[in-house]
């Protein structure tokens, strides 16, 4: 299961596969205030940039981290390798946007942002590789779990060795959609994807559809074994009181992190 940690006033979950310094940020610990209480570490939401950048020092001070990794997340699946010449400060330009961060360099921590959407962690400890990605629904239809693994695979992982983590995100019970979604699951899985998708019924044509359990399953057929994968549990629309959610909040929030570093 996923543990809660406190530390440096900063509430974070953590990954019982994970064995590197790693977190999945919650709302709590920052010091931003309103509709953004209190840990955002959106740069991009309208919080007052002096209360972001604190929020950052918390962070890193709570994981013991001098360097981050950002990217500017667009939903597509594009993974990056990055070194510690990407490493920047918040509101610093970024010169590249991609859904997924790699890399080998000890003491770089990589980080992505979600608010509903589904945050992936990586980590190989047999050749220290490690990864973050950002999988909304079309990113996970688009695979963005495999090309992770891939991504790895290129600076020398084996996929057997890798162990991956499926963070807090909006689970089955939460995401509605429309016919799209499950015309993608099925695209990308075939019949195994009905096992994520759930139609209740009725006169509207809505459906429920399972993200987590889809990454789960592309992870797998990445050639990541099943039993070094960690789902979380929990839902970020049912407890929004916990985690940002977009859905919940109906746009009007802050967003957490989901960091690892080779520490």
């Not at 859904?99 to 959407?117: H, M, N, Q, S």
């Not at 990308?188 to 096992?195: C, F, N, S, T, W």
């Not at 789902?231 to 970020?236: F, I, K, L, P, R």
């Not at 629309?237 to 520490?263: F, M, N, P």
Request: aromatic letters at 6%.
């Amino acid at each position: 299961m996923f543990k809660e940690i406190h530390k440096g006033g900063l509430v974070c979950m953590t990954a019982p596969n994970i064995s590197v310094t790693h977190a999945f940020t919650t709302r709590f610990g920052g010091v931003s205030g309103g509709i953004y209480a209190s840990l955002n570490l959106g740069e991009n939401r309208g919080d007052e940039p002096e209360n972001v950048r604190e929020n950052y020092r918390r962070l890193k001070a709570a994981l013991g981290l001098d360097r981050l990794c950002f990217t500017r997340q667009i939903h597509e699946t594009a993974v990056r390798y990055v070194t510690s010449a990407d490493a920047r400060e918040p509101f610093d330009p970024l010169p590249y946007a991609c859904d997924g961060l790699v890399t080998d360099e000890p003491g770089l921590g990589l980080i992505i942002f979600t608010a509903d959407c589904i945050p992936l962690l990586f980590h190989d400890p047999v050749r220290k590789i490690i990864a973050a990605s950002h999988a909304g629904w079309r990113g996970t239809v688009a695979d963005i779990a495999g090309k992770t693994v891939e991504a790895m695979a290129r600076l020398g992982s084996d996929p057997a060795d890798i162990r991956a983590a499926i963070g807090p995100g909006i689970s089955r019970c939460c995401f509605e959609t429309g016919p799209e979604v499950p015309e993608a699951v099925m695209a990308v899985l075939g019949k195994e994807g009905r096992e994520y998708i759930d139609d209740p019924g009725g006169d509207e044509d809505k459906f429920f559809v399972d993200l987590k359990g889809v990454n789960r399953a592309l992870l797998i057929r990445a050639g990541v074994r099943s039993e070094n994968i960690a789902v979380s549990d929990e839902c970020t629309v049912c407890k929004s009181e916990k985690y940002w959610s977009h859905r919940a909040t109906r746009g009007e929030r802050g967003s957490q992190a989901s960091v690892i570093a080779l520490i």
